[in-house]
């Protein structure tokens, strides 16, 4: 297994970690509030570690990550601060929120990174620009989709979120493939590495 690869496995592993552990929390019968501390903190291990590092994110996972970091610390802080009819509705939509904030990110990054949402260092900047704008407008249809769909977190937050994923994943590989520079591909958790011979690098 090329370093490379390593890489990729083992960043994904970490960016998808925060959101693993708040739902496998969640899902054991803990307080909701003790859930979303435990992924406050352990999203802003990975923020802050990646950034101190100078780990490329993967651009959905970053957003999921910011979501996690701050929402919990809004919600109480609304309670807190005397409106629970709002702390009702943000905890009401936190989970289906997620995608709002991923639309956010990927808005950021396509107007401020040269890899722009799509993330990939390997394609032309026209390229990254056109594939960004693609992939935005299928977040914004899955945002549009996991509000009116808030009910169930599968149906609502994760199938969208999954396809998402995919859609990156085909997008980078066939501008790649296009312009012959995948030798190999291999999958990794929830993003690819695409090899261009033994001096390639990871996209996250």
Same mark, same amino acid.
């Given at each position: 297994?090329?370093?490379?690869?390593?890489?990729?496995?083992?960043?994904?592993?970490?960016?998808? #970690?925060?959101?693993?552990?708040?739902? #496998?929390?969640? =899902?054991?019968? *803990?307080?909701?509030?003790?859930?979303?501390?435990?992924?406050?903190?352990?999203?802003?291990?990975?923020?802050? !570690?990646?950034? /101190?590092? =100078?780990?490329?994110?993967?651009?959905?996972?970053?957003?999921?990550?910011?979501?996690?970091?701050?929402?919990?610390?809004?919600?109480?802080?609304?309670?807190?601060?005397?409106?629970?009819?709002?702390?009702?509705?943000?905890?009401?939509?936190?989970?289906?929120?997620?995608?709002?904030?991923?639309?956010?990110?990927?808005?950021?990054?396509?107007?401020?990174?040269?890899?722009?949402?799509?993330?990939?260092?390997?394609?032309?900047?026209? #390229? /990254?620009?056109? *594939?960004?704008?693609?992939?935005?407008? /299928?977040?914004?249809?899955?945002? #549009?989709?996991?509000?009116?769909?808030?009910?169930?977190?599968?149906? !609502?937050?994760?199938?969208?979120?999954? /396809? &998402?994923?995919? &859609?990156?994943?085909?997008?980078?590989?066939?501008?790649?493939? =296009?312009?012959?520079?995948?030798?190999?591909?291999?999958?990794? !958790?929830?993003?690819?590495?695409?090899?261009? !011979?033994?001096?390639?690098?990871?996209?996250?």
């Amino acid at each position: 297994m090329s370093s490379s690869f390593q890489r990729e496995w083992l960043t994904d592993l970490l960016e998808t #970690a925060p959101s693993v552990v708040f739902f #496998a929390i969640l =899902r054991s019968g *803990h307080d909701l509030e003790l859930a979303g501390w435990i992924g406050t903190g352990l999203s802003a291990m990975v923020l802050f !570690g990646f950034l /101190a590092s =100078r780990v490329r994110f993967n651009p959905i996972l970053l957003g999921i990550n910011i979501h996690l970091f701050i929402v919990t610390p809004l919600i109480v802080s609304v309670y807190q601060f005397g409106f629970p009819e709002v702390g009702a509705t943000l905890t009401r939509y936190s989970q289906s929120a997620v995608l709002v904030t991923i639309l956010l990110v990927g808005i950021a990054l396509t107007l401020l990174s040269r890899d722009g949402f799509i993330g990939a260092g390997e394609l032309s900047p026209t #390229a /990254a620009q056109s *594939h960004s704008a693609k992939l935005l407008i /299928a977040t914004l249809a899955a945002t #549009a989709w996991a509000i009116t769909h808030h009910e169930s977190v599968i149906t !609502g937050v994760a199938l969208p979120i999954i /396809a &998402l994923f995919g &859609l990156r994943r085909f997008l980078i590989a066939r501008w790649l493939d =296009r312009n012959n520079q995948i030798t190999g591909i291999a999958a990794v !958790g929830s993003g690819a590495m695409f090899s261009n !011979g033994p001096e390639s690098g990871a996209v996250s």
